[in-house]
């Protein structure tokens, strides 16, 4: 089984560059059992409308996770209990909308889906470990022991990525980190079978400060002055990866990040 993940897709820029990226990594790396893509930045960096995930769609995207930024939009919180290809964070409360796990099938084939978010430098919510657990079972109750499970752990503190992903090796497929927006060089193989990265990075405007003009950040920085951060549209690029999974055991065969400049 492949699967390409998208990073962050932050602001137009990064629909823009999405959409330029897809074809031309298709064309040089084939065709993929599952498409997926970070989502919570997309509508002017926080939140997503109906628009925006119709598009997604119509580019071939098969499911969309997210992160804290999901609920910046009210409006699509009807989206998020409708629909069951975009997750938001499993760990909030039950009572929130949408849902934060489930299994996705695409031409006979099956993957486990799992969102989570961090606690550490992050809004109050309950623990990503323990809510793992519970998934982790109730999804191999679902599709099977060897079920390919992919999850996205939205978390800021580079230690809790990594402690996550140990605690999950060998149960997991993967566990790829997000919100950071910067793409991390320690894609590997764990021990025990799951594919690992800190963080997929940004499919956005890289000339800039995490998407947004540097100039708009650095006030922030140098008054510490509440100011309006205005999106990048320069340098447009894709960071993802390519996950490539043993569908006997659901263990990762190998893990790639892409960086695409379309500009």
């Excluded at 997929?200 to 800039?208: P, S």
């Amino acid at each position: 089984m492949k699967i390409l993940f998208s990073g962050d897709v932050a602001w137009n820029t990064g629909r823009a560059a999405l959409a330029a990226a897809l074809p031309e990594i298709k064309k040089d790396y084939g065709s993929f059992d599952f498409t997926i893509i970070n989502c919570e930045n997309a509508a002017h960096g926080k939140g997503m409308t109906e628009r925006i995930f119709n598009d997604f769609i119509s580019l071939g995207v098969d499911a969309m996770t997210s992160g804290n930024h999901i609920w910046d939009k009210p409006d699509f919180f009807s989206m998020l209990d409708a629909e069951t290809r975009v997750f938001r964070p499993a760990n909030y409360a039950r009572s929130c909308p949408g849902r934060g796990y489930g299994i996705i099938e695409r031409k006979g084939k099956k993957l486990g889906i799992i969102n989570l978010e961090g606690q550490v430098f992050m809004p109050p919510i309950d623990s990503p470990f323990s809510c793992a657990d519970d998934i982790v079972e109730e999804l191999k109750s679902q599709g099977g022991e060897n079920l390919p499970i992919f999850v996205d752990f939205h978390a800021e503190a580079t230690s809790e990525k990594q402690a996550l992903a140990y605690y999950l090796d060998g149960q997991v497929s993967a566990v790829v980190g997000t919100h950071t927006h910067v793409q991390t060089a320690d894609a590997k193989i764990l021990r025990h079978g799951t594919a690992y990265i800190t963080d997929a990075g940004m499919t956005g405007a890289h000339d800039g400060i995490l998407g947004v003009k540097y100039e708009s950040v650095m006030q922030k920085f140098l008054t510490g002055l509440p100011c309006k951060f205005e999106a990048s549209e320069d340098g447009a690029a894709f960071n993802g990866i390519i996950i490539e999974v043993d569908e006997v055991t659901g263990l990762a065969l190998n893990i790639t990040p892409l960086q695409i400049f379309v500009e």
